[in-house]
């Protein structure tokens, strides 16, 4: 253990959390690369850890049954953005501590101005705290976005210190630090931003916020690797973490939770950017099909489901003839060896002979998806491009594709087709295992597919 200025220093794995006397590129854990941060501390505190300095008496730790808990629901508070509450699983819990993690100017501190001044318009305190930029600064965006209440509080500081003292003392609602690397404490030994530094501040203000029932939000900053600076500590000591992020070239921001102790990791929230802060896409599928050719060939439509809301988009596919040896094959917004896998798929079940071609898969707006469900789209959008034939008109397509080229089944089928039939989708190409199940066709002509081919047929029009 070396000895600094008389304090004693150790080395974590920021990954995994495990510890070492000595630096060490490579944590011998969990095999990560370069992820070990020095924390110096104090002998005596850890002493007091480790051999239990103070103890408590037993009289006071008394273990209970769990009936004897308490059960009241978790106090939610509305924040004016319905998408944002939302995403959050139905408002912000007092008490709670909150991460927005996101690039430089996608828009964080404009999202929290604007979520605190909603706030303090519905009568709650709120106190913004930047340690970025000055009141000035502040106070120009303010003016950009409109009208703020005048209960609205802010303060320019970073002292964490000082700044939980003052929080004590005023016991807002609501409390914003933009952001979480720009803290700092003067009993740790490191610079702002450190991850020693980032850990404690965050500490000291989930303390704060527990025994006060303060509800916080801290803005972190994302690194180029894309996971917030300052670390998964960071992730592990709040109770939600949402990540804003852009849907590319389209100027729409997307929010969605990552962890969240109260509510459902699933959910999103869209937005967009326009002169007067953010605004909410209360229609995102209209959104996300904007601007999308009528007739053309290798796309298609589908619909997914994302935390408990549909949302339709178009997937994109591209099939050429190999120029240069080797079959090249990219897919942008969906795993690669899922994309690899139906096309293998198609070439043993439909007998397309895609081994001798380049096959791309895009899927529209920057979106990314994750779900099986897109399967039989991307299928659809391959064979289309293949024929040169367009998907039938308004026809939206849903399943997810097995090995032998069966079409199974997928949950939410209903929902899918209302919010399909909801922006004129005349048709849609489902599982025949879900036509079972369905009592309503919303209006729509429905089609069920058992296996793969059968879409091929759909496709030719045969
Ligand atoms: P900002 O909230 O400062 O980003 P972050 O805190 O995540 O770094 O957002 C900055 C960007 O948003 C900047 O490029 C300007 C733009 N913007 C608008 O387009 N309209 C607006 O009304 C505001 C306030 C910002
Ligand atoms: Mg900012």
Redesign the pocket.
């Known amino acids: 253990m070396t000895v600094k200025n008389g304090k004693n220093s150790i080395f974590f794995c920021t990954s995994c959390g495990y510890e070492s006397k000595k630096w060490m590129g490579q944590c011998p854990a969990c095999g990560e690369w370069n992820t070990f941060a020095e924390e110096t501390f104090n002998e005596a505190g850890r002493k007091k850890q480790s051999s239990g300095g103070i103890r408590k008496s037993h009289a006071e730790l008394k273990p209970v049954t769990l009936s004897e808990i308490e059960t009241d629901t978790e106090d939610r508070m509305d924040t004016g953005f319905p998408e944002l509450s939302r995403v959050l699983g139905g408002g912000i819990v007092r008490g709670s501590l909150t991460l927005v993690g996101?690039?430089?100017?996608?828009?964080?501190?404009?999202?929290?101005?604007q979520t605190a001044g909603r706030m303090a318009a519905m009568g709650k305190s709120v106190i913004y705290v930047s340690g970025?930029?000055s009141l000035r600064q502040i106070r120009l965006?303010a003016d950009?976005?409109g009208s703020m209440p005048e209960s609205l509080k802010f303060i320019s500081e970073t002292d964490i210190d000082d700044i939980i003292e003052m929080l004590c003392i005023n016991r807002p609602d609501l409390c914003i630090i933009?952001?979480i690397q720009t803290m700092y404490t003067t009993e740790a030994q490191s610079v702002p931003g450190s991850v020693t530094q980032v850990r404690e501040c965050a500490q000291r203000l989930m303390t704060c916020s527990k025994t006060e029932n303060i509800a916080c939000i801290l803005?972190g900053?994302v690194t180029k690797e894309g996971t917030v600076a300052g670390p998964r500590v960071l992730e592990h000591i709040v109770d939600t973490v949402l990540y804003?992020e852009s849907g590319d070239q389209f100027g729409y921001r997307i929010l969605r939770s990552a962890k969240n102790r109260f509510g459902s990791t699933n959910e999103l929230g869209v937005f967009e950017?326009?002169?007067?802060?953010?605004k909410e896409v209360l229609n995102p599928s209209e959104f996300l099909l904007d601007g999308r050719p009528e007739k053309a060939t290798g796309a298609a439509v589908t619909c997914l489901i994302e935390g408990s809301r549909p949302l339709l988009m178009e997937v994109q596919g591209l099939v050429t003839e190999t120029q240069y040896g080797m079959a090249r094959r990219q897919a942008n917004g969906m795993d690669y060896n899922r994309f690899a896998m139906l096309l293998a798929v198609l070439t043993k079940r439909c007998g397309l002979k895609l081994g001798a071609m380049d096959a791309y898969v895009n899927i529209a707006g920057g979106m990314k998806i994750s779900q099986p469900a897109a399967d039989l789209a991307i299928a659809a959008a391959v064979i289309s491009s293949v024929f040169e034939l367009p998907v039938p008109e308004n026809t939206v397509v849903f399943g997810e594709i097995g090995l032998s080229g069966e079409v199974r089944g997928v949950p939410y089928v209903s929902e899918r087709l209302r919010e399909a039939s909801k922006l004129g989708f005349k048709r849609a190409v489902i599982p025949a295992v879900g036509m079972r199940s369905l009592k309503d066709t919303e209006g729509m002509q429905i089609t069920g597919v058992g296996y793969v081919s059968e879409l091929l047929n759909i496709i030719k029009g045969a």
């Open positions: 996101g690039d430089p100017g996608i828009g964080k501190s404009t999202i929290l101005l970025e930029e965006r950009r976005i933009d952001s803005v900053h804003f950017m326009s002169s007067e802060g953010l």
